[in-house]
């Protein structure tokens, strides 16, 4: 009898943790950055990447809905101080040497943020 409450216990308390720790991250949410933080960028369908300085206020959207077994959120930035439209963000951001081999005018590009700084490099924001 011990060891079914033990059993259930333990069960309970996996629901309770993993349900209730963390907001749940999907395709499309904004995040902004609360510091400035470099990283590398990847090329979609490429192999070409680059490191990017992420300045504090950055607004980023989700690329992807998160693998739950991943450690990683993949990021597209939308929005450094004014700047809106895609290509003068993505020109912001993509270093002229990589626009000049692409041949398309809007290079697709990610950033891989941990999910362990998630609060601390980036949080959760509504774009207003």
Do not use: W
């Not at 270093?95 to 999910?115: L, W």
Request: proline residues 4%; negative net charge.
């Amino acid at each position: 009898m011990s060891c079914i409450k033990f059993f259930l216990t333990a069960v309970l308390a996996v629901v309770l943790v993993g349900c209730g720790s963390k907001d749940t991250i999907s395709r499309g949410d904004t995040f902004i950055a609360l510091q400035e933080f470099r990283l590398r960028a990847e090329v979609v369908n490429s192999s070409e990447s680059f490191s990017i300085v992420i300045p504090k206020g950055t607004v980023l959207r989700v690329a992807y809905n998160p693998n739950p077994t991943a450690g990683i959120v993949e990021f597209i930035p939308v929005r450094i101080g004014e700047k809106t439209d895609e290509d003068e963000v993505m020109q912001s951001f993509v270093p002229t040497n990589i626009r000049r081999k692409m041949d398309t005018a809007i290079i697709q590009y990610t950033i891989s943020v941990s999910k362990d700084d998630i609060g601390n490099l980036v949080e959760k924001y509504e774009i207003e």
